[in-house]
């Protein structure tokens, strides 16, 4: 894999799990934030916002297990990858790196495991902020008719044990690569070498992406639903950046996030998937804004 840094930041390994050990980039100094990176992609993708942050908060950036330079543990059953296990690694690993309480902004996957943080453990996420998506339960109900082919590759993935691994194996780099070219609104974002990074990175870890996502096909959704019934929300002041996919598949994103956060600032963005690399003066000043409520 090739191996990229954040300038400025020093690389950590903190172990989290008895079998899982996270690579985490951390820099600056000041009230704490962790920043989670989406698919297909490692924390790499908040190196412009890292660095601009970096002035004013103590910024933490890990691979998640599973991806990149972390631990990929093998999938025991539906709990190695829930993202209400990887929650608790990214907890875990604030806390060992000395802070007990921070804001925590995620983007795709990685605002999923956010999301998911800042359900269970909401003394530790004091503010979160969401990058383009839907909690896991809104997720699969927006999704309907032949609009929802834009998310083929969770049905794939959904799929049990063995054929999905196999099929993007055998065509790990068109598969990835596929991603990283359909959802960039700026195609410059992302250097020729950031890019291989994130097919070499993703191309190594295709069990384990593979069960990611699986844990949302199942686990993560029996989570979402257990909070939506006992009336569990957000209580934590919460930003919400998205495209404008409900215009295409039909849903008020704003709606069904409202369901969810007592305290929330919606907002459409003109930028592609990747907004972190298409524009992370937005995302650094959303983050600011967020600290400030």
């Known amino acids: 894999m090739t191996h990229l840094s954040i300038p400025g930041f020093t690389e950590h390994r903190v172990r989290v799990d008895d079998d899982v050990t996270l690579h985490a980039a951390v820099g600056g100094s000041g009230s704490p934030l962790v920043l989670v990176h989406g698919f297909p992609q490692t924390h790499l993708m908040w190196r412009h916002v890292a660095a601009d942050l970096a002035a004013d908060h ?13 631990d990929k543990p093998a999938e025991a059953g539906p709990e190695t990858y829930a993202k209400r296990t990887m929650a608790r690694d990214v907890v875990r690993l604030a806390s060992e790196l000395g802070h007990d309480r921070f804001t925590l902004a995620g983007h795709d996957r990685g605002a999923l495991v956010a999301f ?43 799929q049990a044990p063995g ?21 960039t609104g700026a ?16 191309a190594a870890a295709v069990p384990s992406i593979v069960a990611d996502y699986r844990a949302s096909a199942g686990v993560d959704v029996e989570h979402d639903t257990a909070d939506r019934a006992a009336g569990h929300r957000l209580a934590m002041p919460v930003t919400v950046l998205q495209q404008d996919w409900g215009a295409a598949l039909g849903y008020d994103a704003q709606g069904l996030w ?30 600011r804004r967020l600290g400030e409520r």
């Open 258 to 287: 409202s369901a969810w956060a007592d305290d929330l600032r919606h907002r459409t963005v003109s930028c592609g998937h990747f907004m972190a690399e298409e524009d992370p003066e937005l995302i650094a000043a959303e983050i």
């Open 163 to 183: 054929l999905p691994e196999e099929m993007i194996q055998a065509s790990a780099e068109t598969f990835f690569a596929h991603f990283l070219d359909a959802w």
């Open 116 to 158: 998911r943080a800042a359900m269970d453990h909401p003394d530790a996420v004091s503010r979160a902020l969401f990058l383009d998506v839907l909690p896991t339960l809104d997720m699969w109900d927006a999704l309907g008719g032949v609009s929802g082919a834009v998310g083929f590759h969770l049905y794939l993935m959904a």
């Open 58 to 70: 103590t910024v933490i950036c890990p691979d998640l297990r599973g991806y990149g330079a972390s």
């Open 187 to 202: 195609p410059g974002a992302m250097t020729a070498e950031v890019r291989r990074h994130y097919l070499d990175a993703s």
